[in-house]
């Protein structure tokens, strides 16, 4: 039971380079989350979405598009990088379990853009 | 509006003492959950308790505890008998909204150290 993975766990990009952060969980939850974490600071939400084929802004989408690919991926894409996305990245999914709410996070991605 | 409220940026604390971490929170929805996160120097979340708002018993798990208190809209951690390795970042979140399309909005978090 893998829990959330993400990858890659490290990148560096120039500005004005594109990629995907990859999220997959394997809990059966239904709500799934992308969040960055400056220096410092709490998690700022960017996206969530509460099922397959649903998504919504959170408190930073700028610059961010995402995907609900199917229950299990949720997938986080920089279309042009800018320094002031360098981040660390986290992907999160939350559900019941047992009767149990609870909500796990990803080990992170530690985004640079030089 | 500032939804998740963690007043102390660092406490310090001796080893073996129990410690409590302030949140308190702004919703108006009545179905809401109440979250608390440790987040060590190597920088992963650990999920450590979770509070919903119809539940009438505090959470616990373990040395933590969950003291909701409703009316005053705050959802305290209490670790007792604390030790070394419980020092880290501890972030409070709330999940909101209706079914379907809930949030989740964390603090800006309280960083605990234990002293020997």
């Known amino acids: 039971n893998a829990g959330v993975t993400q990858t890659p766990k490290f990148q560096v990009l120039k500005t004005g380079q594109s990629m995907t952060l990859q999220c997959a969980q394997d809990?059966?939850?239904?709500?799934m989350y992308w969040y960055r974490q400056d220096p410092g600071m709490g998690l700022r939400l960017i996206y969530y979405s509460a099922s397959e084929g649903t998504t919504d802004k959170g408190e930073v989408p700028n610059g961010y598009n995402v995907s609900r690919l199917n229950k299990r991926e949720f997938s986080l894409r920089l279309e042009s990088a800018a320094p002031s996305q360098t981040s660390v990245y986290f992907c999160a999914s939350s559900g019941v379990k047992f009767g149990n709410t609870e909500a796990f996070f990803g080990q992170g991605t530690r985004l640079t853009v030089v | 509006a500032q939804k998740i409220t963690q007043t102390q940026p660092g406490m310090f604390v001796q080893e073996k003492e129990a410690v409590t971490l302030d949140c308190t929170y702004d919703t108006s929805d009545q179905s809401y959950g109440l979250f608390w996160y440790k987040q060590p120097s190597s920088g992963e979340m650990i999920f450590l308790i979770y509070?919903?708002?119809?539940?009438?018993q505090n959470a616990t798990e373990g040395r933590y505890s969950l003291n909701f208190q409703k009316a005053r809209k705050s959802a305290n951690l209490v670790i007792s008998a604390s030790q070394l390795g419980d020092s880290a970042m501890y972030f409070c979140?709330?999940?909101?909204?209706?079914?379907?399309?809930?949030?989740?909005?964390f603090g800006q978090g309280t960083r605990l150290t234990i002293n020997p």
């Open positions: 509070q919903g708002s119809y539940d009438e």
């Open positions: 809990m059966n939850h239904n709500s």
């Open positions: 979140a709330m999940r909101e909204g209706i079914q379907g399309a809930q949030k989740l909005v």
